[in-house]
């Protein structure tokens, strides 16, 4: 079975610093992650998706993450953090990509401070 | 940019009431399903439905629940005799079943019951 686990329930980072939010999934078959991101009264919005080509994805709004299969984690980074990035973050996880189910980690709720 | 959209926005039910949510996935895509977010607790998967039928459901997917896709472009989520710990952000999500696509999100509908 899928899961995900991310590591920090809270994070907060100061206006230009870096962004990590982090995401160690499981799965016995090689699986396909997303990132997506849920500002204040919107739904999900996709960020970036892994699907077993470049372990270095790059998504919108300048994120980027990368696949690492030898410690199954695939998490979130942005160089500069700017206000508008604060929102909540759900790295999710499919077996098969566009026809099967997410499973999604708890999110991490990114508080960004000037 | 086509869109899932999601009707109502809101929707405050009595306890016992019957309550119906409303989507309308994107037009090409084949497969709908429905998935929950109960305030502060992660996203959930509830249902999958392809060719007119469920093809996977969670275990929170009781007899209480029942989905259909009632014309050529609408997907529906009822819920018989909504109990209090029905209230939850519920959203629909679409995606054209391609192995390497992702799942497009509606913006949800926040069901209150009271």
């Known amino acids: 079975a899928q899961s995900v686990t991310q590591l920090g329930s809270h994070v907060s980072v100061s206006e230009g610093a870096l962004v990590l939010l982090r995401c160690n999934y499981s799965?016995?078959?090689?699986?396909?992650l997303f990132w997506y991101v849920q500002y204040p009264n919107q739904g999900l919005q996709l960020l970036l998706k892994?699907?077993?080509?470049?372990?270095l994805v790059k998504g919108i709004n300048g994120f980027e993450a990368e696949f690492k299969k030898s410690e199954t984690s695939f998490h979130l980074t942005k160089p500069s953090a700017h206000m508008s990035d604060a929102a909540e973050y759900f790295c999710?996880?499919?077996?098969?990509?566009?026809?099967?189910?997410?499973?999604f980690g708890a999110g991490t709720r990114l508080a960004v401070h000037p | 940019e086509p869109e899932v959209t999601q009707t109502p926005s809101h929707q405050v039910t009595q306890m016992g009431q019957e309550v119906i949510l409303r989507c309308v996935p994107i037009?090409?895509?084949?497969?709908f399903y429905w998935y929950r977010q109960i305030l502060g607790q992660k996203v959930e998967f509830l249902v999958s439905f392809y060719n007119n039928e469920i093809s996977e459901k969670s275990e929170i997917f009781d007899d209480q629940f029942s989905v259909e896709r009632p014309d050529g472009s609408n997907f529906t989520l009822k819920i018989r005799s909504t109990k209090l710990e029905d209230s939850a952000m519920y959203f629909c999500a679409s995606s054209d079943g391609r192995p390497n696509t992702e799942a497009f999100f509606g913006q949800g509908t926040r069901l209150t019951v009271v």
């Open positions: 037009s090409n895509h084949l497969y």
């Open positions: 892994y699907t077993s080509a470049a372990t």
């Open positions: 999710a996880v499919s077996v098969s990509g566009g026809y099967n189910k997410l499973i």
């Open positions: 799965s016995s078959v090689p699986p396909y």
